[in-house]
């Protein structure tokens, strides 16, 4: 069975860094694309970032790009998201998820499997 643990969320001041880690377990996640999503309170779930099976490939949302990093260590199959300049908008529940494909995408609808989500509040 596939899982998803994210880990790395908390509180942060605007202007700090978080770096998030998604470790998974039960599949050869690294012939797959993952990406992170993240949902706000009172929001829709959002794409954040994605990154194909071998790391090459990288593709983010206008709203974090320049600012958030994703990468994977397909050794320890973990997937990263590093996230600098953090924001208050940026406070949302934060989910790895497994895509269905080795190419990345933007689509929810195509990933299959999903992490709980870790919280990450920026305030000051």
């Known amino acids: 069975q596939v899982q998803l643990v994210e880990s790395g969320g908390g509180l942060v001041q605007p202007g700090g860094s978080l770096r998030l880690s998604c470790a998974a377990s039960?599949?050869?996640?690294?012939?797959?694309?993952m990406g992170w999503f993240r949902q706000g309170s009172g929001k829709e779930r959002e794409f954040v970032a994605v990154?194909?099976?071998?790391?090459?490939?990288?593709y983010y949302a206008d709203s974090v790009k320049g600012r958030f990093t994703i990468s994977r260590d397909n050794a320890k199959n973990t997937v990263y998201l590093q996230m600098n300049s953090l924001k208050p908008e940026d406070t949302a529940v934060y989910y790895c998820?497994?895509?269905?494909?080795?190419?990345?995408?933007?689509?929810?609808?195509?990933?299959?499997?999903w992490g709980q989500g870790t919280q990450v509040t920026v305030s000051s």
């Open positions: 990154i194909n099976w071998s790391g090459s490939t990288t």
């Open positions: 998820a497994k895509a269905h494909y080795s190419f990345t995408s933007r689509d929810p609808g195509t990933y299959d499997y």
């Open positions: 039960g599949c050869t996640c690294s012939d797959y694309a």
